[in-house]
């Protein structure tokens, strides 16, 4: 039995439907309510980005708020779907490791990778860089606190299988 | 304390001839003070029965060597009257027990914390004595304590080792082949010295001495050679491999089980060891049985399979000869008896400088912060270098023991092979063996000794491997003191009554709750206020059941929790500690901990709830962030807030809140305020505060003092009262710490 939300809530939570965005010039978003409340650079968040990344979307006003949840993109009309899309594809940075091109030997661990959004050079956070998750999947995280996904280990290379056991 | 006579069992019941009773008089309670009056060892019933109380005169059982003294003195004995009573004094180690006819003191009897129990118990029995003259209870045996004694302790190591190797009961018929294919490659070695015998004999000296012997008839020698190191290679490897893999099994299985039966036991069990120690019992003690099992057992055992083998085919070959070579390998067995238990005590004290040097660890890395904080690296580094000198020393003690085996027994095949040469040469000019069969000898003594060597290597091993052993079994044979019911009455969701019957419990003989009545209607809100040290906390552990009450019983909708398990009370129940605990993993998990199958919609209602939602959609990741092993970049009220979402997730329906919102600031505690009153609504609570201002939406606040009760109410009569609340309210008020008043 989930605790009840509405009472849980302080504030009402805006409607899905009732809502629609405003690009700025600066790629920022505006959330306009039914009655022409405006929230000027709405943050616009996915709850579970790695495990459910289809699912949950948040929208945050500029002081981190919760405005509105939708339990997924779908909830919004095609226009909105897409400005959201938009937002989200901006704000989000988590690139997809293709494969480990390189790696050191000695700590601290440098890997050179190619990724979904190029080449690039990182050094492996000091403790519990690479995590395996339960569907195969794996987040590795460089010192500086990025994270990266590699969407199927099993489907890496073998170099790149072999260059993960030995900085894991 | 070693004395004369602590060490003398104590027996379970009182004798029946130990009193003269009336007939039909009944015994209520009995139990034994330990000490005389002078405060020496020395063990004295007492007994209770529904007309008097009788004491053995504490001096005929007194004096060295639980001898009886030869003075007959006769019993004591109080009727029981009206204005008789017990009272305990309970100091530090010695509790006294005074019996006091109003005012007038008859008789006290002193007594170490060992017995502390069962002279609670007798002096409970005593008291409740009025209200039970009707309805008798039952004799009670003397000798029943609440928390399990410590374990017996296995009769030796080697058992021990033995208990630990009944593991590989699941992978026998695996162990079976390897002990074949050892079998097989303990075969395949001891041909080449037998080939060599004919090939001297009738090969090499015949051609020596000019007979016509061709070089073809030595190839079948030479190919039998290398075909029986060919096959002794494939079949070794097959063996270690094979008595490897077990051995993998057998140590995992240990740790698992280790564990697992760990998990099982009671929070004493761990408040009173420590960390470092049980990771090191559970880590290093098990790997160490592994590499025994697959290293050293292997080895000795086709070592010793060699030896016989080998023992069979000297005597085969010339009786007389082998009986010489083998004169010294009785002594090396004597040797190797003599100082096996003192290898045994030298590694069982390597283990436990092992164990402190990890606890030295497991210690000051948790607590870093303090060190630094109190810039007190440099000694922490001479702590650690103090305990890893002690496993120095400890090692080195046993190492002078057993490094001086392998050149003693080198020593014995040396003096083997002298005597072979010399009885050789004897002999064969005797003519009674062939040059081939001196050499195959000399071939299969160094062997034979270089085998008996690595056997008696396997002395030290052995004896390493069952301290390791002993201290699994250590953990595996703990109770837990909190145990669950053998036959458990089922526990569906409760309403959360609870109710608390004259709860009494002691940590050793220190009396932290004094008879607590409590009755907890369900869906009330408790808050328990009292000083540090009124026993709080101890009560909410109660009703969590991390410890039984030493007297006294709690029911929750009407159940004694004693008879129900533990997994099905608890499964109702939420804490929300002072100390938020976050494990390794997602946000999401540590939300979902106590039920891992809920959904990411149940998890983000829970967070929502608990005030947690927004700031954990701000971090990176969303709920899908890590958090570290101390919480990471988390601060305390975040983290508090993620624990509330985690007590909020199960839907208890038993809350306990034990100093929730102390750690936090006043503007954050506000926060966590509004989450935990939305926690409570429609559940039983119990919430302990020392900011009083906490408590505020309390249904009936019981204020504690010195394990009692003092007062119960609501917050403004308790005000009114001009109590113990009263009081703490009002230096609360006047101190500017607590910024949130109700």
Known sequence: MPPDQSAATARPLLDTASCCFDELDDGGLVLITADGCRHDRVLVVRAFPLSVPRGPVAILDAEGRELLWAESLAAFGPRARQQLTDQLAAGEFLPQIEAIVSATRQSPIAWEVLTDRGRHRFQLATADAVVRHPDGSATVTDAAGICYLIPAVRQLDRRSRRLIERSS | MPSDN???????????????????????????????????????????????????????????????????????????????????????????????????????????????????????TFDSRPHRLSDPVQPVSASKPAVSPPAERPPGSVTALLRVLSFAHPYRWVVLLGVILALGSTLASLVPPYLTMPLIDEVLIPRQAGGAVTTSQALPYLAGLAAAAVISWLLGWGRTWTLAWVSERIAGDARIRTYAHMQSLSLDFFSTRRTGDLIARISSDTERLNNYLSINLIEFFSNLLLVIFTAVVLFSISPLLAAVTLVPFPLVIWLVASVRGRLQRGFAHGRVAWADMTS???????????????????????????????????????????????????????????????????????????????TAFVAYITRFYAKVESMVRMVPATQRAAASAQRICEILDCRPTVADPADPRPLGRPRGGIDLHNIRFRYGSREVLRGINLRIAPGEMIGLVGASGSGKSTLANLICRFHD?????????????????????RRHLGCVLQEPFLFFGTIAENI??????????????????????????QLPLGYDSRVGERGGRLSGGERQRISIARALLVDPAILILD???????????????????????????????????TLRRADRLVVLDQGRICEIGRHDELLAAGGIYARLYQTQMTDPQPATPP
């Open chain 2, 360 to 438: 030295v660890l497991a210690d000051t890395i948790p607590g870093i912060r303090v060190v630094k904080a109190f810039a007190q690296e440099s000694r922490e580094t001479d702590r650690f270098t103090r305990a890893n000198r002690r496993v120095l020393e400890a090692n080195d003690r046993v190492n002078v023991t057993w490094s001086y085996f392998g050149p003693l027994v080198t020593l014995f095949s040396e003096l083997g092979l002298l005597v072979i040469w010399g009885s050789g040469v004897w002999l064969i000019f005797n003519g009674s063996v062939t040059v081939g069969t001196l």
């Open chain 2, 549 to 569: 009450p030493s007297s006294g019983g709690i029911t929750v909708d009407g159940i004694n929790l004693r008879e129900v398990s533990l997994e099905s009370y």
């Open chain 2, 659 to 693: 100093e929730a919102t102390s750690s936090v600031d006043a503007e954050t505690e506000a926060v966590i305020q509004r989450a935990i009153d939305r926690l409570v609504t429609g559940r039983t609570t119990i919430a302990i505060a020392h900011r009083l201002a």
């Open chain 2, 592 to 617: 979902a901990y106590g039920r891992p199958e809920a959904t990411p919609a149940e998890i983000v209602a829970a967070a929502r709830a608990a005030g947690a939602h927004e700031f954990i959609l």
């Open chain 2, 6 to 124: 602590s060490s003398a069992p104590l027996p379970d019941r009182l004798p029946a001839d130990c009193f003269s009773l009336a007939a039909g008089e009944q015994v209520l309670a009995a139990c034994q003070s330990d000490l005389n009056r002078e405060g020496r060892f020395s063990r004295s019933w007492l007994a209770l029965t529904d007309r008097a109380i009788y004491a053995e005169p504490a001096a005929t059982r007194a004096g060295g060597g639980g001898e009886p003294a030869p003075t007959e003195q006769s019993p004591h004995r109080w009727s029981l009257a009206a204005d008789l009573s017990l009272s305990l004094v309970s100091q530090p180690t010695l509790g006294r027990l005074e019996l006091r006819a109003g005012d007038h003191l008859l008789a006290h009897w002193l007594f170490t914390p060992a017995v502390t129990d069962d002279i609670h118990r007798f002096k409970d």
